[in-house]
């Protein structure tokens, strides 16, 4: 088993990207053998110079450990926006665990404001931005985003290894539901921003139209760059409406390819 691992993080981390190797890697050590995302192997590695604190039987961390993340090519694409250009803050709604922020946050050039309601990848997103001494210079919240405030519910398994896919939209795709109570706030009662320079990630799981609609004065009234995660070609056209470019990509490994129709739900949107 522990060879089997060894050769897994080996093909995962150092060989280039070749037909059939996610699918190795799966048959080699694969997250779905835990009945549930605690009983994994626990582990701290490096990513991208930071430690990072996680467990085999969760998806996202199973990624990071055997690939040095899931989304290498579009964290060093945001790494490269924020090194060649002045961004004031880096909103990061649905942050999970900080994969995609911690390696920015890093660079101490822009602040991070983060919002994550589960308490499960809320804890571990603190825990991996105190073990890298970042944590008292950037901003956390334990909350969802949505047009509206007040008490919500989000679904989640723990069953499933990609307890990413927790949503505030009940899904018959999370098997074995669970629910926990949650506070939701909109960005534009929480902040006053105008005239700032704004990378602003949003990765909701379907609850996109929301959080835009509780976001329309900080859209419009600032200069942001979004990755959003969706396939909603309406919301996209909404976005459009009020100014902003949009950019279809795909990304494989260390690679950010900009397309020209969509492959799948990784948009960037651009107001500058």
Do not use: C
């Not at 919301?235 to 409406?241: E, R, T, W, Y």
């Amino acid at each position: 088993m522990i060879l089997l691992k060894m050769f897994a993080r080996l093909l995962g981390k150092y060989f280039p990207y070749f037909k059939g190797k996610n699918l190795l890697i799966r048959l080699l050590y694969n997250p779905k053998k835990f009945k549930n995302i605690h009983s994994g192997e626990k582990f701290i590695t490096d990513y991208f110079g930071l430690k990072y604190e996680g467990i085999t039987s969760n998806y996202i961390d199973w990624g990071v450990y055997f690939y040095g993340g899931h989304e290498k090519g579009l964290v060093k694409y945001l790494i490269d926006q924020v090194e060649d250009d002045k961004f004031d803050y880096y909103i990061d709604i649905g942050a999970n665990t900080g994969t995609l922020s911690l390696p920015i946050a890093k660079t101490k050039k822009t602040k991070i404001i983060s919002f994550e309601p589960l308490t499960y990848n809320f804890n571990r997103l603190v825990n991996n931005y105190k073990i890298n001494n970042l944590y008292n210079d950037n901003i956390f919240h334990k909350l969802a985003l949505s047009n509206t405030r007040g008490e919500k519910e989000i679904y989640y398994s723990e069953s499933s290894e990609n307890i990413g896919t927790s949503s505030l939209i009940e899904s018959k795709e999370i098997k074995d539901d669970q629910i926990e109570k949650i506070n939701s706030e909109t960005l534009d009662s929480l902040y006053d921003f105008k005239n700032k320079k704004i990378i602003m990630k949003i990765d909701v799981e379907e609850y996109e139209n929301f959080v835009i609609k509780g976001s329309l004065d900080i859209l419009k009234n600032n200069k942001i760059l979004i990755y959003i995660e969706t396939d909603d070609l309406n919301l996209l056209d909404q976005l459009m409406k009020i100014g902003y470019k949009r950019y279809f990509f795909k990304h494989r490994e260390n690679i950010v390819e900009f397309t020209n129709e969509s492959t799948g739900k990784d948009v960037i949107l651009k107001n500058f």
